[in-house]
């Protein structure tokens, strides 16, 4: 059993959630940026429970109990696109979709390293011009927290 942080909408800690019920808790989220300015965008698993099939940010999970925000998500980067970069914590916010409601933590990095994605994650990944992000957002085939973190991010990276 995986135990995640259960945190309040001002993202004070509760206590700790099995991940099974913690899609009404919090999550973060890295876009990945190479030295060009392409952005790194992974399109979600067929196989994922929550919002399959749809593209999301470069990497986005839960920070597991006892996880810092940093400590979660240098894991993740590595874990899920190979990366070990310097990372910049951009900002919070909070979004409401059924099933989700939660606090988002949102980072950004550079790296042009090669990228190795976890395919169980993934079922693909693309590099994509700022534009073209925002033009994927009006298609409505993305996870709500690309959709309310890239207004977040997108004239920081």
């Not at 919070?92 to 933590?105: G, I, L, M, N, S």
């Amino acid at each position: 059993m995986e135990l995640l942080y259960h945190v309040r909408e001002d993202d004070s800690v509760v206590g700790s959630v099995e991940r099974e019920c913690a899609h009404s808790e919090g999550v973060l989220m890295i876009f990945l940026k190479r030295s060009d300015g392409m952005i790194l965008i992974q399109h979600r698993s067929p196989s994922k429970r929550i919002f399959p099939n749809r593209y999301d940010s470069s990497c986005a999970f839960h920070v597991i109990f006892g996880e810092t925000y940093e400590q979660a998500a240098e894991r993740e980067l590595l874990e899920e696109v190979g990366i070990s970069a310097a990372l910049q914590l951009v900002g919070k916010f909070t979004h409401r979709d059924p099933p989700e409601h939660q606090v988002v933590a949102a980072f950004t990095c550079v790296s042009d390293e090669p990228v190795k994605i976890d395919d169980k994650e993934s079922a693909g990944f693309e590099f994509l011009s700022k534009d073209k992000i925002s033009e994927l957002l009006v298609s409505r085939s993305v996870t709500p927290w690309l959709r309310d973190g890239w207004g977040l991010v997108k004239n920081l990276v």
